[in-house]
């Protein structure tokens, strides 16, 4: 485990580097994972609050659950990637949404970070006191089938969703 990383909440002293994470993204034209990412940092500082409300179960959508927003920072605030950590399983969350999703930045990929952001982001999962995490992929997506498995995902059943794409469901025991 890289010591230089770490699991931040969103903070807007790191404005710029969120921008800078945010505007690469966009430009490849991938979706953006998790989707906490697809929100607008054009008023970063409502976005911020967004998230904060969010882990704190306040002002939630309907059917919502509270979930935790955290950066993965190197040792220079440089944003690599975004996880978003639900604190409970819903019955779509529990099909193909799990309780964590997790993104790296475009130009950071193929360096081992998202193995060592979902690690930390397990450890999150435990002070939550979560016991199981479900984590989902799809089946085309091979970068993160290998980032489950190297951190202890075991395989369930897989769920087909209405268009064909095949969901991997995998479980971590922390």
Not at 136 to 150: H, L, P, Q
């Amino acid at each position: 485990m890289d010591e230089r990383l770490q699991l931040i909440k969103p903070t807007i002293d790191l404005k710029d580097e969120y921008i800078s994470f945010y505007n690469e993204w966009k430009e490849t034209g991938e979706s953006m994972v998790p989707w906490v990412i697809e929100k607008d940092p054009g008023n970063f500082e409502a976005m911020v609050q967004f998230l904060e409300d969010n882990a704190n179960g306040v002002n939630l959508p309907e059917g919502w659950i509270p979930h935790s927003t955290y950066w993965l920072i190197d040792q220079n605030n440089k944003v690599l990637g975004v996880v978003n950590l639900r604190h409970e399983l819903t019955d779509f969350l529990r099909n193909n949404g799990g309780h964590i999703g997790y993104g790296i930045r475009p130009s950071e990929r193929k360096k081992g970070y998202a193995t060592q952001l979902l690690a930390l982001s397990l450890e999150k999962a435990k002070a939550l006191y979560i016991k199981k995490v479900l984590v989902v992929c799809d089946e085309w997506n091979t970068a993160s089938y290998k980032t489950i498995v190297n951190n202890s995902g075991v395989a369930d059943t897989d769920f087909v969703e209405e268009d064909g794409n095949v969901v991997k469901r995998f479980w971590i025991a922390i």
